[in-house]
């Protein structure tokens, strides 16, 4: 499985921002949406990233001061193409400590992956590798008798 296939999955629906934006509205962008990242975008490319890891933070040290979230955003997030496959998308993730990176074709930016997303997907790819097992096994063919050979031959 590649990042592509948990994109087709997923779906490609993105929630950008750009770095001018205030704190305040882009927590409430993630809390309408029931997000927990942000793309920030500027003029048209990945600038970086905001996850509620960075809001809680900046309101727990500065109360309600409003900021804009490119005084907060992560820049240069670590990111993955669509062909990166499963096993290095997951540990790009625990490598990084991330939770979610953005899957990027050049400068192209075509979706974002959670850790959530990839657990989904692996329960389904798991669910679906089970089900054809089980398929196959109740398809077993009967088995044959064997004839049995007579004592002392060999």
Do not use: F, I, K
């Given at each position: 499985m590649q990042v592509s296939d948990i994109l087709r999955i997923k779906g490609t629906a993105l929630f950008t921002v750009s770095p001018q934006t205030p704190l305040h509205e882009a927590a409430r962008t993630m809390a309408l949406h029931d997000v927990g990242s942000l793309v920030i975008m500027d003029d048209g490319r990945l600038a970086g990233m905001l996850t509620f890891r960075?809001?809680?933070?900046?309101?727990?040290?500065?109360?309600?001061?409003?900021?804009?979230?490119?005084?907060?955003?992560?820049?240069?997030?670590?990111?993955?193409?669509?062909?990166?496959?499963?096993?290095?998308?997951?540990?790009?993730?625990?490598?990084s400590g991330t939770r979610y990176i953005p899957v990027m074709d050049g400068t192209t930016l075509l979706g974002v992956i959670s850790f959530r997303d990839v657990a989904r997907a692996v329960v389904q790819e798991q669910d679906f590798e089970n089900r054809m097992l089980k398929a196959y096994i109740r398809d077993w063919p009967p088995e044959t008798a064997q004839p049995e050979s007579a004592p002392g031959s060999a």
């Open positions: 960075e809001v809680l933070g900046a309101v727990s040290a500065q109360g309600t001061t409003p900021q804009a979230v490119g005084e907060l955003m992560q820049r240069d997030p670590v990111h993955c193409s669509p062909q990166t496959g499963l096993d290095e998308l997951r540990r790009l993730l625990l490598d």
